[in-house]
């Protein structure tokens, strides 16, 4: 049985298919799904014709403004930003800035290590020779870090205890110190002035450990311990300074096997006070034995010492005495340094009061060189066993030294092998002096005479002037205002292939 459709269901149905019908019953209009939506001015924009041209300046400027930012946009944490533009030098590896940084002068060193952080490392490792002015700079490793590759370290200055702000300073050829203008008249240099020998050493072990290289070294004031420490690790140690030295001293640096410079500093008038006997140096000859080079200054000793290091030291060439307390007898000894060549005297108030018998006294027969820096000469007897030890000796060098008259230099006749002669500041020998003894030398080639008041040039002889013609090097000022006087013109000097004048 079928029923016909009430009015409720048939109004419900029209409504529906008018809403089917008519989505939009308040008439708005609408957009299609399907219909593209209108372009924004930024899609125009950005938007890239890929059948343009590629030198369209608009796509140019779009790419290059997204790069940019994508560079400076924060939302890309991985991107690394490109230092390289502000330093170029970061694209240099260390080795090859270190060796563009080695080849600059000295004097831009300093302004480059102001440059960065990179370069003040890299400066520091170019820096080869140090001079130590504050203790806790080394202590606390700072040295080691800042310069790792030292191999020359003075810490002589660093030693002393000085206020650095004061204005006067105390200079002496073996060390400078400031003084306290507060300072009593009678000041003087003590005990006090040193910084104590525990923390010398702990300095000394500290460097040891950091330079392992170091090859030479400056210090006072060290004991046994701290030089043996650094005997130890530095095994490539060559040259050493050590003042204030003493016998004890000693003992650390017998193990330096490879050492072959060394220069010992025992007393010094007005400063310190040490002693270094024929005990220290025959501990110094038994373990040093390859010296090459020796300055013993303000050093005791005797015959039995310089044999020793005469005989253990057989590669010895230098031998240098400074302000020696030597005692009597000593300069025998000297015939035992069979390879000497070179003998140098400085500051010695006497040579040898007793020296002994001639035919003791021996030579040096490897001898190439005598030199005489402000010594007293007045001793008949000192200077002519001087004269006989280094009867071999080729060149003799005279500079300010007292007492050196006629008599004294005559002694030198018995040097048959010289060939240079260099006298400066002799003010009491005179011309008949000097030409008793340099004609007798048949060998001499070259001449230097400076600072010599009682030389004159109106005293020149025939003998001296034909001598000056066979001579290779002529200087002749013996005094400020001297000058080759016009009877010497037919001589031949300065004229093209004659004898000639070399320029001072």
């Avoid at 200054?297 to 044999?307: A, L, M, N, P």
């Avoid at 006749?413 to 030409?435: A, F, I, Q």
Wanted: charged share 20%; glycine share 6%; net charge positive.
């Amino acid at each position: 049985m079928s029923f016909p459709p009430s009015n409720n269901n048939t109004q419900n149905q029209n409504q529906h298919n008018a809403i089917i019908k008519n989505p939009n019953p308040n008439n708005f209009p609408i957009s299609s799904p399907t219909k593209k939506r209108a372009s924004r001015w930024s899609d125009i924009w950005l938007k890239t014709n890929t059948n343009a041209k590629n030198n369209n300046p608009l796509n140019s400027m779009v790419v290059a403004m997204q790069l940019h930012s994508l560079s400076s946009s924060p939302k890309h944490p991985k991107s690394i930003p490109n230092f390289s533009i502000m330093d170029r030098t970061l694209l240099l590896s260390d080795e090859l800035l270190l060796k563009i940084l080695a080849k600059l002068p000295d004097s831009q060193r300093n302004s480059n290590s102001l440059v960065c952080k990179r370069w003040l490392n890299l400066q520091g490792r170019l820096v080869r020779s140090l001079k130590v002015l504050d203790w806790n700079f080394l202590l606390s490793g700072r040295l080691i870090h800042r310069f790792p590759n030292l191999n020359h370290v003075d810490l002589v200055s660093g030693s002393l205890i000085s206020p650095r702000n004061s204005g006067i300073c105390l200079s002496h050829r073996y060390l400078s110190m400031h003084v306290d203008s507060a300072s009593s008249p009678s000041w003087c240099f003590g005990e006090e002035n040193l910084l104590p020998v525990e923390v010398i050493d702990n300095g000394l072990i500290a460097l040891a450990g950091g330079c392992p290289n170091l090859r030479r070294l400056s210090v006072i004031g060290a004991s046994e311990m701290g030089l043996l420490s650094v005997a130890e690790e530095c095994s490539t140690l060559q040259e050493l300074e050590l003042q204030r030295c003493s016998d004890n001293v000693l003992r650390g640096i017998a193990a330096c096997a490879n050492l072959q410079i060394l220069k010992l500093v025992g007393n010094v008038d007005g400063l310190y006070t040490s002693v270094v006997s024929d005990i220290g140096l025959t501990i110094l000859a038994q373990g040093c034995k390859r010296l090459v080079k020796l300055e013993l200054s303000g050093c005791e000793g005797s015959f039995d010492g310089i044999k020793a290091i005469g005989k253990c030291c057989q590669m010895l060439e230098e031998l240098t005495f400074c302000d020696h307390r030597m005692d009597d007898g000593w300069l025998a000894a000297l015939s035992f340094c069979e390879n000497l060549k070179t003998l140098r005297f400085q500051s010695c108030k006497r040579i040898d009061h007793n020296p002994g018998l001639e035919e003791y006294l021996g030579s040096c027969e490897a001898l190439e060189r005598l030199h005489l820096h402000k010594c007293q000469l007045r001793d008949k007897k000192s200077v002519a066993a001087m004269f006989s030890v280094c009867r071999a000796a080729k060149e003799i060098i005279i500079q300010d030294c007292w007492g050196l008259d006629n008599t004294m230099f005559s002694f030198a006749n018995v040097c048959r092998r010289v060939k240079l002669l260099y006298l400066e500041g002799c003010s009491m020998l005179t011309n008949e002096g000097l030409e008793s003894v340099i004609h007798s030398w048949k060998e001499l080639q070259s001449l230097k005479v400076v600072s010599c008041k009682n030389i004159k040039d109106s005293e020149i002889s025939p003998e001296l002037a034909t001598l000056f013609t066979t001579l290779i090097d002529l200087k002749w000022r013996p005094d400020t205002k001297s000058l080759l006087p016009s009877s010497l013109a037919g001589i031949g000097m300065g004229k093209k292939g004659g004898k000639f004048f070399r320029r001072v």
